[in-house]
C-alpha cells in the first residue's frame, strides 16, 4: 500500500503522500517538524494542532485537518491520525485499503509528557516505525526524575548567581523544559526561535507558561541567574555572550552517551528525548501486532535485524527524514553565528 518514491513515502491506491521530502499535490503530515513536513506541496492534512505550526513554518498554504481518530476517505483509502506522543500535535497515519491497515508512525515516544498526548498503538498489518534511539543502550529515566535533575541544576546555578542556558529544539524539547522550569522560576527567557513556536501555540490555544524573549535592547542585568531556553544553533554562538556568567545544558537523547556531552563543551546534559527508546520501539512494534515492519531513519540496520531475530519480518526502508528541525521559522531572526544541530 506505502512504497518508497523519489519524492517520499507513496500511498499508490490513494495517490499522496506521507511526509514528503519534495513538493507534492497532497500531503499527509505526522508533525511539524522541517524533516517531516517541507514547503511547496498543494494541499497538506494534519492534526488541528499541528495546523499553526505548519502555518508558522510554511506560511500561508492550502492545509486541511483532523482530529485523532477522525476518518476520511481518499480515493478509497480510509485515513485516520492516532497520537505520537512526539511534540505537540503528531500524529501516527492509518491507512486501510481492501481490509489491509498499515500505520506509519512519524516520529513517536511512549512516555506522556503531558503536553503532547499520550501515544496509543494501533494495530496493523504493516508498521512503518522509527528507529532513532533503537539501539539497547538508550534506556530512558522517567521524565520527572530528569526534570529533578534539571530544576536542581538550575538551583545550583542560581546560588552561584548564573544564568542556566538550556539548549533544545525549539518545538517539542522546548515546552517541555518550560514545563519543568515553573518549580523554579518564572524568570524564563527564550531565543527567538523558541520565541515564535511559543507565540503560536499561545494564539492557538494553549496553555503555557510566560516566557519571555531575549532582545538586543534589554540590559545584562535583566538576565542575572535568569533560565534562557534556546535552539543548537546559538550553542557557542556571539549570542550566547550577553549572560555571561552562564552554565550550558543540552537536552538531547544522545546525551545517554557521556562522550555526546563532552564532545558538544555543554557543561551538563541531560538525556530528555522526544523519541521512544529501546524499550519503548520494541514494546510499541509488538502491541500493533504487525506482520511486518518497516524500519526508517536512526539505527535501522541493527533494530531491523533484532525484530528478524525474535520472528518479527522486518526490513529497512530509506528515507530523508533525520533530526534537523532547528530549520524552523524564527531561529534566522537572532543570527546567530553558527548553525549546530542535536538529535531529540
Known amino acids: 500500500m506505502v512504497i518508497s518514491t523519489a519524492k517520499g513515502l507513496f500511498c499508490t491506491p490513494g495517490n499522496f503522500y506521507i511526509d514528503p521530502w519534495q513538493p507534492v499535490d497532497y500531503a499527509v503530515i505526522t508533525h511539524a517538524h522541517s524533516d517531516h513536513a517541507r514547503a511547496g506541496s498543494r494541499h497538506y492534512l494534519c492534526h488541528h494542532h499541528t495546523k499553526p505550526l505548519l502555518q508558522l513554518r510554511l506560511g500561508d498554504c492550502s492545509i486541511q485537518t483532523l482530529t ?47 503536553i503532547s498526548g499520550a501515544f496509543e498503538p494501533v494495530a496493523c498489518h504493516t508498521f512503518v516505525t522509527e528507529s532513532t534511539f533503537g539501539l539497547p543502550i538508550y534506556h530512558w529515566r522517567p521524565q520527572q526524575v530528569i526534570f529533578h535533575e534539571l530544576q536542581n541544576w538550575v538551583r545550583n546555578n542560581q546560588v552561584e548567581e548564573r544564568c542556566s542556558v538550556i539548549i533544545g529544539y525549539s518545538l517539542g524539547k522546548a515546552q517541555r523544559v518550560l514545563k ?11 531565543h527567538g526561535a523558541i520565541w515564535n513556536v511559543h507565540q503560536a501555540l499561545v494564539q492557538a490555544g494553549f496553555s503555557l507558561p510566560p516566557l519571555n524573549r531575549v532582545l538586543p535592547q534589554l540590559p545584562k542585568e535583566i538576565y542575572k541567574g535568569a533560565v534562557i531556553l534556546a535552539p543548537p544553533s546559538a550553542l557557542g554562538s556571539t549570542w550566547m555572550n550577553r549572560f555571561t556568567p552562564y552554565r550550558t545544558a543540552i537536552c538531547s537523547g544522545w546525551m545517554q552517551v557521556r562522550g555526546h556531552q563532552r564532545r558538544s563543551n ?29 524500519v526508517t531513519h536512526g539505527f535501522q540496520s541493527a533494530f531491523s535485524r533484532y525484530l528478524n531475530e525474535l520472528g518479527i519480518a522486518a526490513e529497512e526502508l530509506k528515507t530523508e527524514y533525520g533530526d534537523t528541525p532547528e530549520l524552523d521559522a524564527g531561529e534566522a531572526s537572532d543570527n546567530p553565528a553558527q548553525t549546530k544541530t542535536l538529535p531529540a
Open 266 to 294: 555543554a557543561d551538563a546534559g541531560f538525556a530528555l528525548s522526544d523519541h521512544a527508546d529501546w524499550n519503548g520501539l520494541l514494546d510499541t512494534v509488538k502491541a500493533t501486532g504487525a506482520e511486518k515492519v518497516l
Open 180 to 190: 519543568a522550569m515553573e518549580e523554579v522560576t518564572g524568570n524564563v527567557f527564550a
Open 68 to 114: 485523532w481518530n477522525e476518518k476520511i476517505t481518499i480515493n478509497g483509502v480510509t485515513v485516520s491520525l492516532h497520537p505520537a506522543g512526539h511534540i505537540i500535535g503528531s500524529s501516527q497515519v492509518r491507512l486501510e485499503y481492501n481490509g489491509e491497515v498499515c500505520v506509519i508512525s512519524g516520529d513517536y515516544k511512549t512516555e506522556d509528557d503531558g
